[in-house]
């Protein structure tokens, strides 16, 4: 059974620039939840698609933004990149969620790099 | 503030010997915590979940505890080997209005030498 695949593995942006990162979960997973991690904050949760639905949200100004489509893959959307942003952002897929007892499953990520 | 602290910052031990990561937290009350393990370059991987009502689990060599009275976790990695070198994060899920969401610690980094 194939993991989580996170798409791209690495990427190089400049300030002002926008940028799309592709989640594809876990073969009938429909939960898929987003997070950043950065060495000073650690990891800080985004928000939670469920069925093409955000079910939950961290605190995350509105520049971050996600969707999920009908297959369950999820794409997470950053504007107006800030320097800030540079970090490495994973994605987990479960069942139906993490709030219960489902098993998270993570991708290795993908590496922001602000410029 | 819900908030999640895990100690020590960091640990060196030798090949073959046990250590405890703390984990304590202030986050009430609380859906269930978990102990991720995470290798350097790649996501997390679930360790352990234990519910308010759980004071124990195990996988393998790594057993978590918890004491929901004193807001402690704590997690117990014993005879550890070189693949044990990781950081080891502790997340809370408070139970809030109906939905949830994940506070994590800042982890505590394990460096195993033989």
């Known amino acids: 059974k194939a993991g989580v695949t996170q798409t791209p593995r690495y990427l190089i942006k400049t300030r002002g620039q926008q940028v799309t990162l592709s989640c594809s979960p876990i073969s009938g997973h429909r939960s898929v939840s987003w997070y950043q991690q950065t060495p000073g904050q650690g990891l800080q949760f985004l928000f939670e698609?469920?069925?093409?639905?955000?079910?939950n949200k961290g605190n995350f100004p509105g520049r971050f933004s996600g969707r999920q489509f009908s297959n369950s893959r999820s794409e997470m959307n950053v504007s107006t990149l800030e320097l800030g942003d540079s970090a490495l952002y994973l994605c987990?897929?479960?069942?139906?969620?993490?709030?219960?007892?489902?098993?998270?499953?993570f991708g290795a990520g993908t590496r922001l790099s602000v410029l | 503030k819900n908030q999640v602290e895990q100690s020590p910052q960091s640990l060196i031990i030798l090949e073959g010997k046990n250590c405890t990561l703390q984990c304590n937290y202030t986050v009430s009350p609380f859906s269930n915590l978990r102990w991720y393990k995470q290798d350097t370059g790649r996501g997390p991987v679930s360790l352990t979940i234990m519910t308010f009502s759980e004071n124990t689990k195990s996988n393998g060599r790594y057993t978590a505890t918890l004491d929901a009275d004193t807001k402690q976790s704590s997690l117990h990695i014993t005879a550890s080997q070189l693949s044990d070198s990781a950081s080891y994060i502790c997340?809370?899920?408070?139970?809030?209005?109906?939905?949830?969401?994940?506070?994590f610690g800042t982890g505590t980094r394990l460096k195993v030498l033989a």
């Open positions: 987990a897929s479960s069942y139906s969620g993490g709030g219960r007892q489902n098993i998270q499953y």
């Open positions: 997340v809370v899920s408070p139970t809030t209005s109906g939905t949830y969401k994940y506070i």
């Open positions: 698609y469920f069925s093409e639905t955000q079910r």
